[in-house]
């Protein structure tokens, strides 16, 4: 199966550097999280790796061949993203046709199962959806493409709770009926701790994750007790945030513990879940780690 593999990626919009030394690689049959805060460089990311716009440096290699615009698997690579491709002016079923004739192919059965229950009409006009709908709409279209590498841009921009949780049963549903890689893009870390297996999260231009969900869950750790204690275990551990609640001082680290450490007393050691360590990890003001 093919690999997508990027390598010393580079993206600058005048002088500022928006993507910054990229090496990544997308494995087959595989769902990721991309997860970074608002402007952090994952829509330009995505964009690149489809061909929507070009790096400033840097390679994409698909089976470990180079690509060049010209040679872009276009098929097989399918952007769903916040920008809308797609005529507003248009009825949902013809924007469907239509997608059906430029990818090759269109699962139509599946379409009408997620139109009939997420209550969309076909016959509405792109343009006559709220932005949920707009959303909910683009990622059915981008789930019934036969592309083995779908990227997910803010799949659930709009959507409330109930739609939240529905259109990830569907991505997973999908992923289950035939495997391809889903990469999902987000700020939004509620709930997609069940649904991804990679984690990677871009921050201040850099991946300053890359790892598999177990891992991460298993480097995520909340340490707390008196202060003095949790500063004397934590000794020349690479410490994320602090705080201090009343006399419990809590450090947060992203790292693996020292096994042969002796935990004090009075210290308390839990994993953190993915939004915590997320949110600690991007916090505004914190140096480059990792
Ligand atoms: N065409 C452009 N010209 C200039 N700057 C741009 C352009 N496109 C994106 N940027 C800038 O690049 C940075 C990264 O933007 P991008 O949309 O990739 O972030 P993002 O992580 O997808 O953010 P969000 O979660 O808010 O959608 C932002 O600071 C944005 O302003």
Known sequence: MTE???????????????????????KPNTIYGLLGRNGAGKSTLLSIIANQITASSGTINWDKT???????????????SEQNIFNKENRLKKIMKDTALLQGAFNQTLADKMLADFELNPKQKLNQLSTGYRTIFKTIVALCVPADYVFLDEPILGLDANHRVLLYRYILEAYENRPRTFVLSTHIIEKIANLIEHVLILDQSRIIVDDDLETVLDHSYQISGPKEDVLAYCQELPIL??????????????????????IPDRVAIKHVDLQTIFIKLTEK??????
């Open 4 to 26: 997508l593999t990027t390598e010393h990626l580079i993206k600058q919009f005048g002088n500022r550097v928006v993507l910054d030394d990229i090496n990544l690689t997308l």
């Open 66 to 80: 180079p690509l060049t615009g010209r040679d872009h698997p276009l098929q097989a690579i399918y952007l769903m």
């Open 241 to 262: 945030a602090s705080e201090q609640i009343g006399t419990l001082y809590t450090n947060y680290l992203y790292t693996e513990l020292p096994a042969d450490r002796v």
């Open 285 to 290: 003001g914190r140096e480059q780690h990792v």
